[in-house]
């Protein structure tokens, strides 16, 4: 239940145990106080339970409503390095916040990195920037063509990209980023109930993301003639599981086309 529901159900004095405040009965005063005091206690456990605190997503309430698979992305490299192993020299990466995992996969042993950043950069810090200008993170629009060749990275990562596309560009964005791929690619996805941005970046992002469910995903990658990559998906969860590492975001492993 949002805040704003919570709300606007304290202003109709709908909560539990709010006859009690107006009580006209000759109760004796410890009772009444006793009512008071329960009644205070169940309003503050109502006003959490709307906010997240209590029961309902712990991704949701850990976050904030901002909840990001590009940081997930960072978690995951040293799974995905045992996952891909041979597959991680030359990595491309797409999404928002792309400096950063950019950053984090070069310094990974004989790994080379890429990104692709699908948003505008002006509030980007000095580093960013400066990976922008040595062409190593270009901004383009991912609902046209990608600047590179096909077949031109060993793997290619994308998070916090797809959930914001609709189908009609998911069916061009899609082959367009397996084309560029030579041993796969792997989707970081929002799960369903997830919030990802805020009102204030809907205006950067376009369009609220779309949480589908991984059964959403998978027919479209049928669709799509895209298979997944059952090797790679079986040695990433056995990494993941000997460290009791849970994604907190649909992982997708993903064969390249051929």
Not at 9 to 19: D, L, M
Not at 54 to 83: M, N, Y
Not at 137 to 159: E, T
Not at 182 to 206: N, R, T, Y
Request: aromatic content about 10%; charged content about 20%.
């Amino acid at each position: 239940m949002s805040r704003r529901q919570v709300g606007s159900t304290r202003r109709n004095g709908s909560f539990p145990f709010a006859g009690a405040f107006n009580s006209k009965s000759k109760s004796s005063p410890l009772l009444s106080i006793g009512l008071v005091v329960v009644g205070a206690i169940l309003l503050i456990g109502y006003v959490y339970k709307g906010s997240g605190a209590f029961g309902g997503s712990k991704i949701v309430s850990r976050f904030e409503g901002d909840f990001s698979c590009t940081s997930e992305v960072q978690r995951a490299i040293p799974f995905l390095q045992k996952a891909y192993s041979g597959s991680m020299h030359k990595v491309l990466h797409i999404g928002p916040d792309t400096c950063s995992v950019v950053s984090a996969l070069l310094k990974e042993e004989e790994t080379e990195a890429w990104g692709v950043e699908p948003y505008e950069i002006e509030d980007a810090d000095s580093h960013c920037k400066s990976l922008v200008r040595k062409g190593i993170v270009r901004v383009a629009d991912i609902k046209f063509s990608l600047p590179y060749k096909a077949k031109s990275f060993s793997l290619v990562i994308v998070s916090d990209a797809l959930d914001y596309l609709s189908p009609k560009y998911l069916n061009k964005t899609l082959p367009e980023i397996a084309r560029v791929s030579i041993d796969g690619l792997v989707i970081f996805a929002g799960l369903p109930g997830q919030q990802k941005a805020k009102v204030s970046e809907l205006s950067k992002f376009g369009r609220p993301a779309k949480m589908r469910s991984a059964s959403w995903w998978v027919r479209y990658f049928v669709q799509t003639s895209l298979e997944e990559n059952e090797a790679a998906s079986k040695k990433f969860e056995q990494a993941a599981s000997k460290e009791s590492y849970q994604p907190s975001c649909q992982v997708f492993h993903l064969n390249s086309y051929h």
